[in-house]
């Protein structure tokens, strides 16, 4: 699953990438403004390393989310194929916006994060509206030469569509069913992409309590609101500085701010579940790992997130919620208790949930 980083020049976009991805990468790296970078964040997660704790096993393997860095986004951009199709190939959207005041990062006009989230979300749509008129074009000349009820399906809905983003709203807005979704998948529209906005604010003696109220203090409540988007804030400045540290002189920076965990943290736990995602866990003294599943996943096929013998020889999982068995202590107390439980091939994995598959190959 991959997330893509997006944002107008100088709001911190890349140097956001670098610190989620720890890229070493080279100004250098970044001298070409079109070419595209990609990283990997692990997903922290208390409840993984709780059980860690418990198992002490030979390795620990976190979830984690590839993101994407492309460059400055615009109206300009938008009409470059090569530009277009990275963004195409994401899963979802982070959004940087510039919340920061620094004379030294040069600005057009004042700092108005909303105004900024309307601009680029309208280009996205101009760019899918563009799209779409092109295809309508083709589909009149197909549909004279033969009506199919596919054909016809797709007219319709890509009609629904350009009356949607004609009202000036994205099309993750736009009520759609499991067929239609199927069916404008191969466009990968940008303006149906879940959104997330992450406002880059400034260092503050009180940062802690300007994170919490930096959504609603930039009158992003509404917008983050909306289906398919979220909003978090982060300080890149500082998180630029916790990126440096040891864990435990991190820990102390972010208590010095009353912070119990970096805005980094939440940004990239909340890309996660943007995504429609969650974790089950595997357990035991060779390893404790998480293991990525979409939402409402039924328990064979999370057994084929592992591997695709567990999926097609699948009989049962063991399964028992993270807390139930660190409160029992081992699997043989919780099984003694009763709270591990035998689900069959059908049940729908939760997220929390500690599988062990039983399966016959």
Known sequence: ?????????????SSLFRILTRAHLSEHAFSNPREAHVGVAKV??????????LYNPKKLTHASVEYVDVGAIGQEALK???YVGHLRNVDALIHVVRAFEDDAIPHVGAIDPLRDIKNVEFDLMVSDLGQIEKRLERLEKDLKKMRTPELEKENDLLIKAKAHLETEKPLREMEMTAEDKKRIRGFMFLSEKPMLYVLNIGESTELGNDLEAAVAKYKLSEVAARPNAGASAICGKVEAELSEMSDED???????????????????????????????????EDECRAWTIPVNTRAVNAAGAIHSDLEKHFIRAETIRWDQLLEAGSEANARAKGTLRLEGKDYIVQDGDVMHIRHSG
């Not at 922290?44 to 704790?53: F, G, Q, V």
């Open 1 to 13: 699953m991959k997330t893509g980083i997006i944002g107008l020049p100088q709001v911190g976009k």
């Open 44 to 53: 922290p997660d208390e409840r993984l390393d709780k059980l860690a704790a």
């Open 80 to 82: 470059e194929t090569a």
């Open 250 to 284: 991190a820990a102390e920076f972010l208590g010095s701010y009353g912070l119990t965990e970096s805005g980094l943290t939440r940004l990239i736990r909340k890309s996660y579940h943007l995504l429609g995602l969650i974790s089950f866990f595997t357990t035991g």
